[in-house]
């Protein structure tokens, strides 16, 4: 993959593309980095279509959590779109299953929207420790998710919700195969939200995948070593 380009930040639930400006500064230099804000007014496919309406004829993906699959689902849609794939901290079914161990138990995600219902804001904060737990240095990451995301207002509550609904209702398992572009997946080896066996499912599902593991980082790799994430990121151009 040549310098300059395009390179497409997916955020996660309950962020906005300004979670990037870390990684971008470190990426700039290389790539043309966009971290556009996710819609969440539609259906998940509908929010698929729409982003990559908007993006560059060509370019690489980078997607954290539900911004993995947001990436994966567009890979597979428009493959001659998508070079490759960076995923952060991603997993193919955010919820828990009788055949799926790897994901958040159905109640503890049920009590997690009925929070966001009540009240969407103290749901955000709870979610922020939940995103840090397990992480080495989860206080300076809380401080530095909150310099990030607090310049913006946060998403409005209708649409965290009908977030929630994609993370409830998508599952990508069956569709992993037919993923073939390079992907590089990226994630914690503390992260307690989508466990680390889920990315180890997609390093091997994937056609064509490498894994990175991030030591001491929990749900937010690319916030607790940034460096050494966008220095991978790199080394997986280099060798794509």
Not at 39 to 67: H, I, M, Q, T
Request: proline share 6%.
């Amino acid at each position: 993959m040549s310098s300059g380009t395009p390179l497409v930040l997916l955020h996660g639930w309950g962020a906005h593309g300004g979670v990037w400006a870390g990684l971008r500064a470190l990426l700039g230099g290389r790539f043309d980095v966009q971290a556009p804000d996710i819609e969440g007014s539609g259906s998940f496919d509908e929010a698929v279509e729409c982003l990559a309406a908007a993006a560059p004829r060509r370019c690489l993906l980078g997607g954290w959590s539900l911004g993995g699959q947001l990436a994966l689902s567009w890979a597979r849609r428009h493959p001659d779109q998508v070079e490759g794939l960076v995923l952060f901290a991603a997993t193919p079914k955010f919820v828990a299953g009788s055949d799926w161990p790897h994901g958040m138990a159905p109640a503890e995600f049920e009590s997690f929207a009925a929070a966001v219902a009540e009240n969407a804001g103290a749901a955000l904060r709870r979610f922020r420790l939940l995103e840090t737990r397990g992480d080495a240095q989860a206080r300076t990451v809380i401080r530095q998710l909150e310099r990030l995301l607090g310049a913006r207002a946060p998403a409005a509550q209708a649409r965290l919700l009908r977030m929630l609904d994609w993370l409830r209702e998508v599952d990508l398992r069956a569709q992993l195969p037919d993923i073939a572009q390079p992907v590089l997946v990226i994630h914690g080896d503390g992260d307690s939200l989508v466990p680390p066996a889920a990315a180890d499912f997609l390093a091997a599902a994937l056609p064509d995948a490498r894994s990175t593991r991030i030591a001491g980082a929990a749900h937010v790799p690319f916030v607790s070593d940034a460096v050494r994430v966008s220095a991978r990121i790199a080394e997986f151009c280099n060798e794509s």
